[in-house]
C-alpha cells in the first residue's frame, strides 16, 4: 500500500512507523476553505497500526455513513479495529457510527456509555494494550471536561486531540478553567517526564503549517512540530496570565464574539474577545 492516498472526503499519509494520519474533508486550499468561500475545519484522525490490531483515534467531522471505516479498512487489512476517542465534539466523533462493532474506548467524563453498547468508560491511568503499543489514558481537562490525551512512551507518541491546541487552545466554559488547564499541564507534563522525543498527534493538524489559516491570529505563533517545550511555554502563559502580564489583544473568532470563552496561545501570548490592556478573567 503507498505511504500516500485519497479515498472519498478522506487522504491518508503514513506519517510515522505505523502511525497514518488520515484528515477529513478534503481542504480545498492552505487557508482552511471551500472553493465558495465557507470555511472548512478539517480534523485530524489517527491509525496506529500493531500486528493483530489498529487503534483509530478520534472519527473526525459527519460525513457519509461508512466513509471513514472504508479507508480504516483499507489499513487495517483484515486486522481487529478499536477507537479511542479524545473528547465529545461533533468534529472528533462524526464517524462514530461507523465503528458501531468495534471496542470505543471513551472518557467516562464526556460520554453518556448508556449511548455506546460497545462502549468502554476509561478514566486517568488506563491502558490500551494493541501488542506493540501500549497507550495509557491521561485526563486533560479544559478543552472539554472529559479531555483524553493517549500516551505510547516506548514510541514517544501523544494524541492530544484538542487538550492542548494544534496552533491554539480553546478552553470552553467551565468554572475556574484556567487552573483546570493549569493543572492538566502539569499532569501531561509529569506523565512525559523527560520525554524529549514525544511526537504530538494533534486534532488539527492543518493549523500547524506555516502559512496563514483562516481563523488563526496572524500573530499566534506557528508550531509545525510541537515538542515538549510547548507545554513549557503554555505553563510560562498560564503564569503570566495569573500574574498580570501575558499580553493581549481584541479578538472574533470567525464573525463570532463571545464572552463566555477565551483562546490562549504558547510563547506567552493570550488572545481574547476583551479589548482593553487588562488580561482576561477566566
Same mark, same amino acid.
Given at each position: 500500500?503507498?505511504?500516500?492516498?485519497?479515498?472519498?472526503?478522506?487522504?491518508?499519509?503514513? %506519517?510515522?512507523?505505523?502511525?497514518?494520519?488520515?484528515?477529513?474533508?478534503?481542504?480545498?486550499?492552505?487557508?482552511?476553505?471551500?472553493?465558495?468561500? @465557507?470555511?472548512?475545519?478539517?480534523?485530524?484522525?489517527?491509525?496506529?497500526?500493531?500486528?493483530?490490531?489498529?487503534?483509530? %483515534?478520534?472519527?473526525?467531522?459527519?460525513?457519509?455513513?461508512?466513509?471513514?471505516?472504508?479507508?480504516?479498512?483499507?489499513?487495517?487489512?483484515?486486522?481487529?479495529?478499536?477507537?479511542?476517542?479524545?473528547?465529545?465534539?461533533?468534529?472528533?466523533?462524526?464517524?462514530?457510527?461507523?465503528?458501531?462493532? =468495534?471496542?470505543?474506548?471513551?472518557?467516562?467524563?464526556?460520554?453518556?456509555?448508556?449511548?455506546?453498547?460497545?462502549?468502554?468508560?476509561?478514566?486517568?491511568?488506563?491502558?490500551?494494550?494493541?501488542?506493540?503499543?501500549?497507550?495509557? =489514558?491521561?485526563?486533560?481537562?479544559?478543552?472539554?471536561?472529559? @479531555?483524553?490525551?493517549?500516551?505510547?512512551? =516506548?514510541?514517544?507518541?501523544?494524541?492530544?486531540?484538542?487538550?492542548?491546541? @494544534?496552533?491554539?487552545?480553546?478552553?470552553?466554559?467551565?468554572?475556574?478553567?484556567?487552573?483546570?488547564?493549569?493543572?492538566?499541564?502539569?499532569?501531561?507534563?509529569? =506523565?512525559?517526564?523527560?520525554?524529549?522525543?514525544?511526537?504530538?498527534?494533534?486534532?488539527?493538524?492543518?493549523?500547524?503549517?506555516?502559512?496563514?489559516?483562516?481563523?488563526?491570529?496572524?500573530? @499566534?505563533?506557528?508550531?509545525?512540530?510541537?515538542?515538549?517545550?510547548?507545554?513549557?511555554?503554555?505553563?510560562?502563559?498560564?503564569?503570566?496570565?495569573?500574574?498580570?502580564?501575558?499580553?493581549?489583544?481584541?479578538?472574533?473568532?470567525?464573525?463570532?464574539?463571545?464572552?463566555?470563552?477565551?483562546?490562549?496561545?504558547?510563547?506567552?501570548?493570550?488572545?481574547?474577545?476583551?479589548?482593553?490592556?487588562?488580561? %482576561?478573567?477566566?
Amino acid at each position: 500500500m503507498n505511504s500516500y492516498f485519497e479515498m472519498g472526503p478522506y487522504s491518508a499519509e503514513l %506519517i510515522l512507523p505505523d502511525v497514518w494520519h488520515v484528515q477529513d474533508a478534503t481542504i480545498a486550499n492552505p487557508a482552511g476553505e471551500h472553493h465558495d468561500g @465557507s470555511f472548512n475545519n478539517p480534523s485530524s484522525i489517527y491509525v496506529i497500526e500493531d500486528d493483530h490490531k489498529v487503534l483509530v %483515534i478520534d472519527a473526525g467531522n459527519p460525513h457519509e455513513k461508512g466513509a471513514l471505516r472504508t479507508i480504516v479498512n483499507q489499513i487495517a487489512q483484515g486486522r481487529v479495529i478499536e477507537v479511542a476517542i479524545t473528547h465529545n465534539h461533533f468534529d472528533h466523533v462524526g464517524q462514530l457510527a461507523d465503528f458501531d462493532d =468495534c471496542t470505543l474506548y471513551l472518557p467516562l467524563k464526556d460520554f453518556d456509555l448508556t449511548h455506546y453498547p460497545n462502549g468502554k468508560g476509561i478514566q486517568d491511568q488506563d491502558q490500551i494494550r494493541l501488542g506493540r503499543h501500549t497507550f495509557v =489514558c491521561i485526563e486533560t481537562p479544559g478543552h472539554t471536561a472529559g @479531555s483524553m490525551c493517549y500516551y505510547d512512551a =516506548c514510541h514517544h507518541l501523544l494524541a492530544t486531540g484538542d487538550a492542548f491546541g @494544534s496552533s491554539y487552545v480553546w478552553l470552553l466554559f467551565l468554572d475556574d478553567v484556567l487552573n483546570i488547564y493549569a493543572r492538566s499541564l502539569e499532569h501531561v507534563l509529569g =506523565c512525559l517526564q523527560e520525554d524529549e522525543q514525544v511526537e504530538f498527534l494533534c486534532g488539527h493538524r492543518y493549523q500547524q503549517q506555516i502559512q496563514p489559516v483562516k481563523g488563526i491570529h496572524p500573530l @499566534s505563533p506557528k508550531n509545525p512540530h510541537m515538542t515538549r517545550q510547548y507545554l513549557l511555554d503554555m505553563q510560562t502563559l498560564v503564569r503570566q496570565i495569573q500574574n498580570g502580564e501575558a499580553t493581549h489583544h481584541e479578538f472574533e473568532a470567525f464573525g463570532r464574539k463571545d464572552d463566555l470563552a477565551a483562546y490562549t496561545y504558547g510563547q506567552a501570548e493570550i488572545d481574547t474577545y476583551l479589548a482593553g490592556s487588562q488580561p %482576561i478573567k477566566l
